[in-house]
């Protein structure tokens, strides 16, 4: 029997998040086998042996912390912020007009 390499990322290629339970996974698994197997219309070999190679992966929990631990979360993508400064006036920010005292009667 030829040796799998593990996929990229057997959360992606099994469509799960990462914090999925193994319930999540064996059905998304599931789902995935019947539509790529080799025995249906839809057959896609190199996609299948992904399957098949994230799901081994993945349905033992030693195996599943050790990759996680060697392949942590990617950081969260930064998303780029643009500042509008607005140009410097030569009046200050705040204005202030006189101030009126009424007497209280």
Same mark, same amino acid.
């Given at each position: 029997m030829a040796h799998l390499t593990p @996929?990229?990322?057997p959360y992606l290629v099994l469509g %799960? @998040? =990462?914090d999925a339970g193994q319930a999540d996974i064996a059905a998304a698994y599931r789902v995935l086998v019947r539509t790529l197997h @080799?025995?249906?219309?839809d057959a896609d070999p190199e996609r299948f042996a992904a399957v098949l190679a994230a799901y081994r992966l993945l349905r033992d929990p =030693? +195996? =599943?912390a050790a990759y996680?631990?060697?392949h942590p979360r990617p950081a969260d993508v930064p998303i780029p912020v643009? %500042?509008?400064q607005p140009p410097p006036s030569r009046e200050p920010d705040l204005r202030v007009g006189p101030v +009126? +005292?009424?007497? =209280?009667w």
């Open positions: @996929p990229a990322d %799960v @998040p =990462r @080799p025995d249906t219309g =030693r +195996r =599943r996680d631990r060697d643009k %500042v509008h +009126r +005292r009424h007497q =209280r």
